[in-house]
């Protein structure tokens, strides 16, 4: 069965921390993994990632992906309160599947 | 450009009541989902649409019905409603041709008494 593993699942730093979300899975015939943002509203993408060892960065934000080892992470560095949120991480399957298996999210809450 | 968008917003139910819920993107996208979230779970697969004409179940599909009515249109129906379909519901569409990432609605929330 498809699993994605986030952790941790809650996080609480203090502005201009930087923190690391894990992401691990078991996916058949993996295609990309997403990270997405969601705060009370509708998730925001972030990142797609299809090659171990390529970083993706914008901003402050960066992500890297280990096929061999399964698992991805999202950086934030200089953290700041508007980074509060759920982060999502999701692994698409490959083989003409379409869907997505979505981990349970990392609660990040920066505070002043 | 309204991406996707879905109604209604909010919605309360008695058990036993059925509804519709309505998505609708103009991105163009040939696939599109329905998702649940209940807290502490993730996103949950309800029922995909690879295609207009197609559909397919997801991780969680008993209790739901889908209609892919054209190409912009997919709908999430309840025939009859259980406390236990309360969640927020979010529907997304995606373009498979390439490398691309869903898109989301803003969701619908519903409680079911």
């Known amino acids: 069965e498809d699993k994605v593993v986030q952790s941790p699942l809650s996080l609480v730093v203090h502005e201009g921390d930087t923190v690391t979300l894990n992401c691990s899975y078991e996916?058949?015939?993996?295609?990309?993994l997403l990270w997405y943002k969601q705060e009370k509203k509708a998730p925001t993408f972030l990142f797609m990632l299809?090659?171990?060892?390529i970083e993706k960065k914008s901003g402050r934000l960066s992500s890297i992906l280990d096929k061999k080892e399964l698992f991805s992470i999202l950086n934030i560095t200089a953290t700041q309160t508007g980074d509060s949120a759920v982060y999502l991480c999701?692994?698409?399957?490959?083989?003409?599947?379409?869907?997505?298996?979505f981990g349970k999210g990392t609660k990040l809450t920066v505070n002043p | 450009n309204a991406g996707v968008t879905q109604t209604p917003k909010f919605q309360v139910l008695k058990t036993g009541q059925s509804m519709t819920l309505q998505c609708a993107q103009d991105?163009?996208?040939?696939?599109m989902y329905w998702y649940r979230q209940d807290p502490g779970m993730g996103l949950r697969l309800i029922y995909y649409?690879?295609?207009?004409?197609?559909?397919d179940k997801g991780e969680v599909p008993n209790g739901y019905n889908v209609s892919r009515l054209n190409k912009r249109e997919f709908s999430l129906r309840l025939e009859s409603a259980a406390p236990s379909q309360t969640s927020v519901y979010f529907c997304a569409s995606r373009e498979l041709s390439s490398y691309n990432e869903q898109f989301f609605g803003p969701g619908t929330r519903l409680t079911v008494l």
């Open positions: 999701a692994v698409e399957r490959g083989g003409g599947s379409e869907k997505l298996v």
């Open positions: 991105m163009n996208h040939n696939s």
């Open positions: 996916v058949t015939n993996f295609r990309s």
């Open positions: 649409s690879a295609s207009e004409g197609t559909t």
């Open positions: 299809t090659s171990s060892g």
